[in-house]
């Protein structure tokens, strides 16, 4: 008997490696994506490249099942397409990348449709579409940080000084473009009827010579000089 045990434990040992074995059992479900380049789509379940702006279109409904695109834009450029839904149908899983390779090079929604798999084509196709024209409204309505400083640094507005006459304050306002006077405003003025009739020459001839060097208006002498004053005092202001 005492023999007996060694074999008894060895053949218990052997048997082990058999019962902790297992088969690995199930699979995997997975999303389509392409980079910028046709030639690198690929299959896999994780997310979009982050850099850029990422747009989803609409889901769209279609027989075989939801179509859904999200697209990454860097500007108007389409630098990549990932499938969000799509049909569990292997013609729609082989006509995925194709689709994608397509937009990427045609940067629009204007493809062809992938032979066998039209009705996958044609929701694709709509859900890209909503996904660009998105992103085109959102660029309309956020112009550039570049544009819109250009657009603040082309005019500026300068309140000249108040200038007290015999007649009554006088004070304008100076709009330029760059160095240019493009506009000018009275923001006080004497309740006078020469003034009055004075005020829009003054203006006309400022914006004709660009400067406060222009000539006094008969008439309304003491007007004319604190007008030029005050005029002085914003381009001066402006620098």
């Known amino acids: 008997m005492k023999r007996a045990i060694p074999v008894v434990v060895l053949s218990i040992a052997g048997l082990v490696p058999i019962w902790r074995y297992e088969p690995s059992i199930g699979g995997t479900t997975s999303t389509t994506e392409a980079a910028s380049t046709p030639s690198a789509s690929s299959s896999s379940s994780g997310s979009g490249s982050s850099s850029g702006t990422v747009v989803k279109g609409t889901t769209v409904t279609t027989e075989k099942g939801p179509v859904q695109v999200q697209v990454t834009f860097e500007g108007d450029k389409i630098s990549a397409v990932k499938m969000l839904q799509q049909p569990n149908h ?19 929604a204007d493809i062809d449709t992938v032979s066998g798999a039209t009705i996958t084509t044609e929701g694709y196709k709509e ?3 909503a996904a660009i024209d998105a992103n085109a409204e959102a660029a309309a309505a956020s112009p550039s940080p570049s544009a819109s400083a250009s657009t603040a640094s082309a005019a500026q507005t300068v309140d000249g000084s108040a200038v007290n006459t015999e007649k009554g ?58 007008y030029k004053e005050s005029l002085q005092a914003a381009i001066d202001a402006k620098g």
């Open 90 to 108: 292997p013609q729609t899983t082989a006509a995925v990348p194709k689709l994608i390779a397509e937009t990427l090079e045609a940067q629009s």
């Open 127 to 129: 859900s890209l579409q």
């Open 169 to 226: 304050t006088v004070q304008v306002q100076v709009t330029f473009e760059g160095d240019k006077i493009s506009a000018v405003k009275m923001l006080q003025q004497p309740n006078h009827p020469q003034t009055t009739a004075a005020v829009p020459k003054l203006i006309a001839e400022t914006l004709e010579a660009q400067s406060a060097d222009i000539d006094t208006v008969s008439g309304a002498t003491i007007t004319t000089e604190g």
